[in-house]
DNA sequence: ATTTTGACGACGT
DNA sequence: GACGTCGCCAAAA
């Protein structure tokens, strides 16, 4: 579970790392879940420092409010992260996320159910 | 040390 | 709904 002593880079990766397979979630809802719901700025920053990390970050599975995969630039091809996506059975068409509201993920509102 | 730049998002116009 | 502003705060310049 998530404690308060863990930094807030920390918290964005734990709740990265719980998005299920074929699901994704937004900067802003895991920014709001980890209690600073108007930093995803930072979110965006911590998954452009993922690769850091011992375990990596599923960071292909968040993307910003409108389901566009803003961050695709960042990723080592020019399509990985759409392939990651599209290989989970997300819909992807023009960088956005087709399927976005069948596929979306909230924190807040799927997580606290444990 | 100061300024600019973002994988963003909420609001106001 | 498109567009501009503002808040947010860590890095890079």
Known sequence: MIKDSD???D???FVA?????????????IAKYIGASRSARMVG?????SHNQ???????????RK???TGKNHFKGTN??????ENEGVIIEDNKIQNFNTVFWD?????DIL
């Open 67 to 69: 389901g566009m995969l």
């Open 54 to 64: 011992k375990e990596d970050v599923p960071a292909h599975r968040v993307v910003n």
């Open 107 to 111: 924190p807040n509102n799927e997580l």
């Open 11 to 13: 918290k964005v990766y």
């Open 17 to 29: 790392r719980l998005i299920p397979f074929g699901r994704v979630t937004s900067y802003g809802a």
């Open 45 to 49: 920053w911590a998954m452009n420092n």
């Open 80 to 85: 990985l992260m759409q392939q990651l996506l």
């Open 7 to 9: 930094s807030f880079f």
